[in-house]
C-alpha cells in the first residue's frame, strides 16, 4: 500500500513540478505577471504554451489516478499488478510532460494513452 501511496504523491506533485517551466517560459514574455498570470498565460506561444499545457493535463490526469488509487485501497486491491500499473501511470505522465514540452505528439499521445489505460486498468482489477 505504501507504493500505491507514493504513487499518488508522486502523481499529485506533477502537475505543480509542471509549472516551473511554465514560470520560466513567463518570465521570458517579459516577466512573470503574478497580477493576472493567466492573461500572461494566454499569450505563450511556441514551447511556453506545450509547457502550459502539459501543467493542465496533469491535473486532468488526476481526475482518473486518484480515484483508481483510493478504490484499490478501500477494496484492499493493492498486490503486484496494482502495483505496477501504477508506477507505470507516474512514468508514463512523465514522460508525457517531456514529451508535450519537446513537441514530439504521436508519442506524447502514445505516453498518454498508457497512463490513462493503466488508471482505468487499476479500477477494473478493483472488480
Not at 2 to 22: G, N, R, S
Not at 88 to 108: D, E, P
Request: hydrophobic share 55%; glycine share 4%.
Amino acid at each position: 500500500m505504501t507504493l500505491l501511496i507514493t504513487c499518488l504523491f508522486i502523481a499529485l506533485l506533477l502537475p505543480y513540478l509542471a509549472k516551473i517551466p511554465v514560470a520560466i517560459a513567463m518570465h521570458q514574455l517579459g516577466g512573470y505577471d503574478n497580477a493576472h498570470p493567466r492573461a500572461q498565460q494566454a499569450q505563450l506561444t511556441g514551447f511556453g504554451a506545450r509547457a502550459l499545457a502539459a501543467h493542465q493535463n496533469s491535473f486532468e490526469s488526476l481526475i482518473i489516478f486518484t480515484p483508481a488509487i483510493l478504490l484499490a485501497i478501500a477494496t484492499q486491491h493493492t498486490g503486484s499488478s496494482i502495483q505496477y500499473l501504477a508506477i507505470t501511470h507516474v512514468v508514463s505522465r512523465i514522460i508525457y510532460q517531456l514529451l508535450y514540452m519537446i513537441n514530439i505528439s504521436i508519442l506524447r499521445s502514445i505516453a498518454w494513452g498508457i497512463a490513462t489505460m493503466a488508471s482505468f486498468a487499476i479500477v477494473w482489477q478493483c472488480f
